[in-house]
Nanobody, 122 residues
Framework: QVQLVESGGGLVQAGGSLRLSCVAS????????MGWYRQAPGKQRELVASITSGGRTSTADSVEGRFTISRDNAMKAVYLQMNSLKPEDTAVYYC????????????????WGKGTLVTVSS
């Protein structure tokens, strides 16, 4: 059973920083891309940042220059360093593993964590 577990959310004042972590566990052969999504109340889930197994990153315009995604392939972990946080960054942040294969024969599937709440006060 594959699981993604996020940590690092919390309450922070505007201008502050947080670091989110996500670790994948279970039977995992490889993961294509890992990323972070967020969903604010009343809004759709949106991509924040993603990183491939080769280290290629993609970051949403709204967080460019403030958030940095990184990945530890050996640990099957992905991180999101969030600096200069704004109240509009308040959301539940979800970890995603895309194209995860449990064995080399398997077709890649997507997995999600349960989310971690980030609240930025003004």
């Amino acid at each position: 059973q594959v699981q993604l577990v996020e940590s690092g959310g919390g309450l922070v004042q505007a201008g502050g920083s947080l670091r989110l972590s996500c670790v994948a566990s279970g039977r995992i052969f490889c993961i294509n891309a890992m990323g972070w999504y967020r969903q604010a109340p009343g809004k759709q889930r949106e991509l924040v940042a993603s990183i491939t197994s080769g280290g290629r990153t993609s970051t949403a315009d709204s967080v460019e220059g403030r958030f940095t995604i990184s990945r530890d392939n050996a640990m099957k972990a992905v991180y999101l360093q969030m600096n200069s946080l704004k109240p509009e960054d308040t959301a539940v942040y979800y970890c995603n593993a895309a194209g995860l294969r449990s064995t080399f024969r398997d077709v890649g599937m997507d997995y999600w964590g349960k989310g971690t709440l980030v609240t930025v006060s003004s």
